[in-house]
Nanobody
Framework: QVQLVESGGGLVQAGGSLRLSCAASGRTVSSYATGWFRQAPGKEREFVAATNRIGRNTDYADSVKGRFTISRDNAKNTVYLQMNSLKTEDTAVYYC?????????????????WGQGTQVTVSS
């Protein structure tokens, strides 16, 4: 069992940056592949980025590639999402998720644990 708590969301102007954090408690986060997903109003939850247990392999949605960076500090039991050059279309609730078995994927149904989400709003 693991509990995930996201933080770092907020209101930012287009072109700005935010860093989201996902703090894990319970089992160590190094036991899990982790991902970031987001959900805008009226839309389905979508994949943003993911990393494997040691942070060596990463994957990004095309819409954020080159702007967002996922990283993890297993010593701090925390996963991060650095978001640069933010666009209004990045506005959403961002969720951290952990996957117990196997490599990270882009599918929400493959993840075992989820945080409560943090709101990111990008204004024009």
């Amino acid at each position: 069992q693991v509990q995930l708590v996201e933080s770092g969301g907020g209101l930012v102007q287009a072109g700005g940056s935010l860093r989201l954090s996902c703090a894990a408690s319970g089992r160590t986060v190094s036991s899990y592949a982790t991902g970031w997903f987001r959900q805008a109003p009226g839309k389905e939850r979508e994949f943003v980025a993911a990393t494997n247990r040691i942070g060596r392999n990463t994957d990004y949605a095309d819409s954020v590639k080159g702007r967002f960076t996922i990283s993890r500090d297993n010593a701090k039991n925390t996963v991060y999402l650095q978001m640069n050059s933010l666009k209004t279309e990045d506005t959403a609730v961002y969720y951290c998720a952990a996957k117990w078995v196997g490599e990270p994927t882009r599918l929400t149904k493959h993840y075992d644990y989820w945080g409560q989400g943090t709101q990111v709003t990008v204004s024009s």
